[in-house]
């Protein structure tokens, strides 16, 4: 793969998809919030469900960007990753329980 640009079309494809992943994760949480407290409708199930879409915006943004970064990094000619054989020893420990009786 070349270090030259890619296409317009191309281009404008990725940076789409790098900006409107987590916007669209942010927005439907963010209107349910609006309306929820426009209109005084709470319910638990859907703020945990907007909680627990918010808290993905992270892991939806790096999954986007990865592709781009590892594409960024070959081209340059980095490596990011190195992975290195690890020596590990075995460990043994033992859990004593004491047992206290009401006498």
């Not at 790096?62 to 590990?88: D, F, N, Y």
Request: charged share 10%.
């Amino acid at each position: 793969m070349s270090c030259q640009e890619n296409s317009s079309i191309e281009n404008y494809s990725e940076n789409a998809t790098e900006m409107y992943t987590p916007l669209i994760i942010l927005i439907v949480p963010l209107v349910y919030i609006a309306y929820s407290v426009y209109f005084n409708v709470y319910d638990q199930a859907s703020n945990n469900l907007c909680l627990i879409m918010i808290s993905f915006h992270g892991l939806a943004s790096t999954t986007v960007m990865i592709p781009k970064l590892l594409r960024t990094t070959k081209c340059v000619g980095l490596q990011i990753w190195e992975i290195a054989s690890l020596t590990t020893r075995q460990t043994s420990f033992y859990v004593v329980i004491i047992c206290y009786s009401k006498s």
